[in-house]
Nanobody, 115 residues
Framework: QVQLVESGGGLVQAGGSLRLSCAAS????????MGWYRQAPGKQRELVAT???????NYADSVKGRFAISRDNAKNTVYLQMNNLKPEDTDVYYC?????????WGQGTQVSVSS
């Protein structure tokens, strides 16, 4: 199995930036796509961004041009650079990793953006 630990969340003002990190451990071989999802109270978890092992990226329309996902395979880590944050970005952000047709989740890190 894969264990994922997120870090980097916090409270920022609108227009500010945060950088989230997610480190994978355990059965790290054959991890393909990694990504970030977010979930607000009372809402479903939604995709924010994904990045494949080939570093092909995909973003939700709401974050295009503001967020950037990247990965360091040597460190088994995926990052999410979040710029120009908006109050609507306030959520718990979860890291995900896909390995052998299974999806693994981190425990989440809180991102709060004040207006």
């Amino acid at each position: 199995q894969v264990q994922l630990v997120e870090s980097g969340g916090g409270l920022v003002q609108a227009g500010g930036s945060l950088r989230l990190s997610c480190a994978a451990s355990g059965s790290i071989f054959n991890i393909n796509t990694m990504g970030w999802y977010r979930q607000a109270p009372g809402k479903q978890r939604e995709l924010v961004a994904t990045i494949s092992s080939r570093e092909n990226t995909n973003y939700a329309d709401s974050v295009k041009g503001r967020f950037a996902i990247s990965r360091d395979n040597a460190k088994n880590t995926v990052y999410l650079q979040m710029n120009n944050l908006k109050p609507e970005d306030t959520d718990v952000y979860y890291c995900a990793a896909d390995r052998l047709a299974r999806r693994y989740w981190g425990q989440g890190t809180q991102v709060s953006v004040s207006s």
